[in-house]
């Protein structure tokens, strides 16, 4: 196991935290201990897999049972989708073991995951699973699960916020809405071999939406079939990149502009592409802005979501952006903020 300690993850210390995080955090410790004192946490005599979803990226997007599972667990295996801001949150004496995952890069194969949980599990370890958004949406949650039913290892599964929900909600896009979509599809871009062969009479549906995820490098490609297949090639579609994340950024256009507009502004994922006339109704509803603009003009011009912004926090990030004293950078609840 040489290879796998050299994949163990940065130490606890060595990461950010928010007092928001660290709260949360505190806040888990005390359920846990509260739940022992009343008798209501049975310690395992075997070992356990908690197989969890960590969301999109925003800690507080976390479910109250993810957080109780992550200080419970002797040792955690993480993907490299897992936000380090929610790692922050798992137990400090816990093992972290990295097993990455890039489309060409895999820190450590599948079926080597799966062998490893086993034998975690079987060492007598409440092992954390901890995966990025939902373990059973396109995340090969339920191929890990498997190999330990057969082995009968015992497992419970917590879901988490699936990427698109997080983009769709951070991003002001419904993914349905009564005047323009009943229906909503997600699909992946990406097959166990490559590029999928997507069913296009399915995707091609009036009044739904289509939620693409691991897209980004096909988005040309893909845009140019929805239009080949029949779609109108002024359909609103959007690229939501990084989604939930304080770095999230949206690229909105049509089948036609998307790719041409995704490629200027040099995104680089993780991306979940949204298609279908929902994507108009952002104008309207988009509430987030992870990033506040670099001068007055850029505000007026309502870059980068600010045209949402309430007009009192406007004025604030007006004052700051104006002042001749050098601006100093604060966190806020909606992003990042200027203070003079
Ligand atoms: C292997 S899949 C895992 C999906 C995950 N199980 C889920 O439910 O979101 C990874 C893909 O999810 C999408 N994704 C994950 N996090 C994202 C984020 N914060 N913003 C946008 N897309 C994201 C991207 O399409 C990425 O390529």
């Excluded at 004192?37 to 969301?55: H, K």
């Excluded at 599964?157 to 990427?163: H, K, L, M, W």
């Excluded at 009036?206 to 040309?220: D, F, N």
């Amino acid at each position: 196991m040489k290879h796998l300690s050299l994949l163990t993850a940065r130490k606890q210390e060595e990461l950010p935290a928010s007092t928001g995080v660290l709260a949360a955090r505190r806040a888990a410790e005390a359920l846990l201990e509260l739940e022992r004192e009343c008798g209501e946490t049975v310690e395992p005599s075997v070992g356990e897999v908690y197989l969890v979803g960590a969301g999109p990226g925003d800690p507080d997007l976390l479910t109250i049972r993810a957080l109780r599972l992550m200080q419970k667990a002797d040792v955690v295996v993480y993907d490299r989708l897992v936000d380090p801001a929610i790692l922050d949150l798992i137990r400090g004496d816990a093992e972290r073991i990295y097993v990455g995952k890039r489309r060409s890069d895999h820190a450590l194969p599948q079926e080597e995951i799966s062998k490893l949980l086993a034998r975690l599990a079987s060492e007598g370890k409440r092992v954390l699973r901890l995966k990025g958004g939902d373990p059973f949406i396109f995340g090969r949650g339920g191929e890990e699960i498997e190999t330990l039913a057969e082995r009968g290892i015992p497992f419970q599964v917590c879901p988490g916020i699936t990427a698109a929900a997080g983009c769709s909600a951070y991003s002001g896009i419904p993914l349905t809405h009564r005047d323009h979509a009943h229906a909503c599809i997600f699909v992946t871009a990406q097959g166990k071999n490559g590029a999928v062969d997507l069913d296009w009479n399915v995707l091609l549906q009036p009044r739904q939406t289509v939620a693409i995820y691991m897209g980004l490098t096909h988005l040309g490609e893909l845009m140019r079939e929805f239009i080949a297949r029949g779609a109108d090639p002024e359909s609103p579609a959007a690229v939501v990149d990084n989604g939930t994340r304080r770095g999230q950024r949206v690229v909105t256009g049509t089948l036609t502009t998307l790719a041409a507009k995704a490629r200027e502004a040099g995104l680089r994922g993780p991306t979940v592409i949204i298609v279908g006339s929902v994507v108009s109704l952002r104008d309207k509803l988009n509430w987030f802005s992870p990033e506040l603009p670099d001068t007055a003009d850029d505000l007026d011009a309502g870059v980068r979501g600010t045209a949402a912004m309430p007009d009192i926090e406007k004025e604030r990030v007006r004052a700051a952006l104006q002042s001749p004293v050098p601006r100093r950078r604060a966190r806020s609840r909606r992003g990042e903020c200027f203070l003079a």
